[in-house]
């Protein structure tokens, strides 16, 4: 199986912050890799694909980067609606595998 | 645009067998581009893949649930279904019915289904 590194688990940020999570994964994924927002109550949320590319809807705030086994999700000006769990995942092979989860809370 | 929901029992005894259906609300089940998929959500584990179906028939289990757990599609009423036998506490979780791409993966999983809870308990 394909494992997901992600980090940090836990992240405390203000409104206005940029935010970056990190996802590294045990094998070259080119660019095999979606990254998800997750707020309670409601199903998880593509944000990016292809490693790198912004889902129809996303607000361009949000913004992905990497490839092979590094891979990156940032959040420049963090608002009030981006406090969530964020994870990453990969699309590689199967079983279709996601990273362990980044919660971001305000401080 | 495709909408997926879940439907099923919200609770089950342990031992006993969880079934889930998932009906698109529009587009087909039938679609060659496509992957039908269940995934679940736990606090303690997160996200966890379960298993995809292909409109052939074709499946992909999760290795450490493929002796417990069935995907099959009924085409002319645009449902899948997850069937999981011998449930257990671990198996409490929030069940989502997913769609992802089978030639075009990268393109990530999406749509989700909103999501069924499910509790074990006897």
């Known amino acids: 199986d394909i494992q997901l590194a992600q980090s940090p688990s836990f992240l405390s940020a203000s409104v206005g912050d940029r935010v970056t999570i990190t996802c590294r994964a045990s094998?070259?994924?080119?660019?095999?890799l979606a990254w998800y927002q997750r707020k309670a109550g409601k199903a998880p949320r593509l944000l990016i694909y292809?490693?790198?590319a912004l889902q129809s809807g996303v607000p361009s705030r949000f913004s992905g980067g990497g490839s092979g086994t590094e891979f990156t999700l940032a959040i420049t000006s963090l608002q009030p609606e981006d406090f969530a769990t964020y994870y990453c995942?990969?699309?590689?092979?199967?079983?279709?595998?996601f990273g362990g989860g980044t919660k971001v809370v305000m401080k | 645009q495709v909408q997926l929901q879940e439907s099923g029992p919200g609770l089950v005894k342990p031992s006993e067998t969880l079934s889930l259906t998932c009906t698109l609300s529009?587009?087909?089940?039938?679609?060659?581009?496509?992957?039908w998929g269940w995934i679940r959500e736990t606090p303690g584990k997160g996200l966890e893949w379960i298993g995809s179906i292909y409109y052939s028939g074709d499946a992909n289990y999760s290795p450490s649930l493929e002796d417990r757990i069935t995907i099959s599609l009924d085409r002319s009423k645009n449902q899948f279904f997850l069937t999981l036998n011998s449930v257990t506490a671990a198996d409490m979780a929030t069940y989502y019915c997913?769609?992802?791409?089978?030639?075009?993966?990268?393109?990530?999983?999406?749509?989700w289904g909103q999501g069924i809870p499910v509790t074990v308990t006897s």
């Open positions: 995942q990969q699309l590689g092979g199967y079983p279709l595998t």
């Open positions: 094998q070259d994924l080119g660019t095999y």
């Open positions: 529009s587009g087909s089940i039938s679609s060659s581009s496509h992957y």
């Open positions: 997913v769609r992802h791409y089978k030639d075009d993966a990268e393109l990530g999983v999406d749509p």
């Open positions: 292809a490693g790198s």
